[in-house]
Antibody, heavy 121, light 107 residues
């Protein structure tokens, strides 16, 4: 059974930093691209970032470029996102999401439980 | 960026009704489209991928069709547990983009 267990999150001041983690199990982690998707309170879904299975290729939304860094540790089956220079508009529930095939351009098939990040003074 | 639109933004239907949601992409995305269901306070769940493929374990009352720019999602017989917001998503091009969602509830 695929499981994505997220940790991190919480309240952070504007311009602050935070790291989210996602521990994966139930599949061969290193074979699949992984993603972060966020959802601002009461709003829709927004793709944030994607990393290839090897970790050698990363992609991110313009809204977070230069501030967020996605990474993975395949020895620990864990996905990360380092979020720096946080802004109020980054306040959202962040989801760790598995890609359904080994290609980056594939459907999102499993979602973590989500973790709330609140940026406020 | 590829813009995704959905209609309607919300709907109310009776148990047993057929429900249809449409999704339109701003450019040709072939069949690289999925549908996700999000129940209140929960994470989204994949229902349909590649426009018409039912994800394993998803009830057969859910279906999808379309290609290119125009797509349809159907619930053949609405059940109380289908109360949720439904999102289409394209994965043909980065950035991946989602539709604004369609909120479905029971009349």
């Amino acid at each position: 059974e695929v499981q994505l267990l997220q940790s991190g999150g919480g309240l952070v001041q504007p311009a602050g930093s935070l790291r989210l983690s996602c521990a994966a199990s139930g599949f061969t982690f290193s074979s699949y691209p992984m993603n972060w998707v966020r959802q601002a309170p009461g709003k829709g879904l927004e793709w944030v970032s994607t990393i290839s299975g090897s970790g050698g290729r990363t992609y991110c939304a313009d809204s977070v470029k230069g501030r967020f860094t996605i990474s993975r540790d395949n020895s620990r089956n864990t996905l990360y996102v380092q979020m720096n220079s946080l802004r109020a508009e980054d306040t959202a529930v962040y989801y760790c999401v598995k890609t359904g095939a080994m290609a980056t351009m594939s459907q999102f098939d499993y979602w973590g439980q989500g973790t709330l990040v609140t940026v406020s003074s | 960026d590829i813009q995704m639109t959905q209609s309607p933004s919300s709907l109310s239907a009776s148990v047993g009704d057929r429900v249809t949601i449409t999704c339109q992409a701003s450019q040709d995305i072939s069949n690289y489209l999925s549908w996700h269901q999000q129940k209140p306070g929960k994470a989204p769940k994949l229902l349909i991928y590649d426009a018409s493929n039912l994800e394993t374990g998803v009830p057969s009352r859910f279906s999808g069709s379309g290609s290119g720019t125009d797509f349809t999602f159907t619930i053949s017989s609405l059940q109380p547990e289908d109360i949720a917001t439904y999102y289409c998503q394209q994965y043909d091009n980065l950035p991946f983009t989602f539709g604004p969602g369609t909120k479905v509830d029971i009349k």
